[in-house]
């Protein structure tokens, strides 16, 4: 009798320590994922006038102030995704000090929440075999300099002796070599599509394609530098032409396979730019080439030779054979008349080629939507 007792006491404790852990798990003032989809966002600003929220995709909103200085608003439905907010307290910018969570886009910080659902749940954590992510060194003798970028590595790679197909993965203007990794969630889209067995095992190359600078903020003898917009070199053809010492690095450090059909490149906005041009200009090194609502204009008065007779070097890599070539823009998109003109371009010279039109506009939400689309048609 005693035993069951101390047994029921002992399940009773447990179960009151699992309560306690799961109402701590989520610190008193951070949004409360409601069950219809909407959430509960909270700040304690007893002395503001006004505190608006800012959220993705959202007009900012006036939030409802209680008696005690406590202000709270509730979104509709949020389709499943990935959020960033932030708050507006009397017109100055308040990130949540209640959720640790946060993401930079060049020089803003905001904070992280994702909306669970079908499409968000390939941008969680999950308990499946995870890959590595590497940040690297690599030296350009293009650029005369050395630089960084970060590269993943499947599950099981470490153990294996097998050579894997390769993804280059290109940010636009406002990224770095971090960029892919925390605002396009990649390591657990590709974690998870492996584990799912939706993707073939494969390694991702994030370089840096700002060529006029070293790395990521933060990561180079600049010291703690303020990331801006403005670079000396953004397409004029220096990514491009240095592009052989990043895949120089890659093969010589990495079990890659030489295989053009294991050879895959894409990028967004500027990194859509240089996929085209890369693989334009190298009709033998990539089978699969994605655009994700690339910013696509003519480049015929270029002085740079690797821009000039884009279409009849088109013509050339498709003789080649391209297994896929993928192109993806918002209806909203500012560039989605480029993109029709460059398709149209396509469609005049018989050039087959994957189209998809999403809604939104030019924002990281369709981007690693184009990402969970785009890599499970690889290495098919």
């Not at 006036?62 to 202000?71: F, H, K, Q």
Request: proline residues 4%; contains cysteine; negative net charge.
């Amino acid at each position: 009798m005693k035993r069951l007792v101390l047994l029921g006491l002992t399940i009773g404790m447990a179960m009151l320590c699992a309560a306690q852990q799961e109402l701590s798990s989520r610190a008193a003032g951070a949004p409360r994922l409601n069950i219809d989809g909407s959430v509960t966002f909270t700040i304690d600003a007893p002395e503001a006038q006004w505190v608006k929220l800012h959220l993705d995709y959202q007009r900012d909103t006036l939030m409802n102030r209680d008696a005690n200085g406590r202000w709270t608003f509730t979104t509709s439905a949020l389709k499943p995704d990935v959020y960033r907010y932030n708050y507006i307290v009397d017109g100055v910018k308040v990130l949540d000090v209640n959720n640790v969570h946060m993401m930079r886009d060049v020089a803003t910080v905001m904070n992280l929440l994702i909306v669970p659902g079908e499409q968000s749940d390939l941008y969680t954590v999950h308990d499946v075999p995870h890959g590595t992510v590497s940040a690297v060194w690599y030296n350009s003798p293009t650029l005369g300099t050395d630089r960084r970028m970060t590269i993943y590595t499947p599950p099981g790679y470490e153990n294996s002796r097998q050579r894997y197909p390769v993804l280059y993965l290109l940010h636009g203007t406002g990224g770095d070599e971090t960029a892919w990794l925390e605002q396009g969630r990649t390591a657990q889209i590709v974690d998870n599509l492996i584990a799912s067995g939706q993707a073939q095992p494969m390694i991702v190359v994030m370089p840096n394609g700002h060529v006029d600078d070293q790395a990521a903020v933060g990561f180079t003898s600049k010291g703690l530098d303020t990331p801006t917009f403005s670079h000396s070199q953004w397409m004029e053809g220096s990514m491009e032409r240095s592009f052989s010492d990043i895949t120089s690095y890659v093969e010589k450090n990495y079990r890659v396979s030489n295989l053009k059909r294991h050879h895959a490149i894409a990028g967004l906005s500027m990194g859509g730019f240089h996929a085209l041009y890369i693989s334009a200009n190298n009709p033998s090194e990539y089978g699969y080439v994605g655009l994700f609502s690339a910013a696509i204009s003519s480049r015929s008065d270029s002085e740079c030779d690797l821009y000039k007779d884009i279409e009849q070097k088109l013509k050339q890599q498709f003789r080649q054979r391209v297994s896929l070539y993928w192109i993806g823009i918002g209806k909203d998109d500012f560039l989605r008349e480029d993109n029709q003109r460059f398709t149209d371009m396509l469609d005049r010279n018989r050039l087959r080629y994957t189209f998809y039109e999403s809604e939104g506009g030019h924002e990281w939400r369709n981007w690693r939507l184009y990402l969970t689309q785009f890599v499970p048609l690889l290495f098919k």
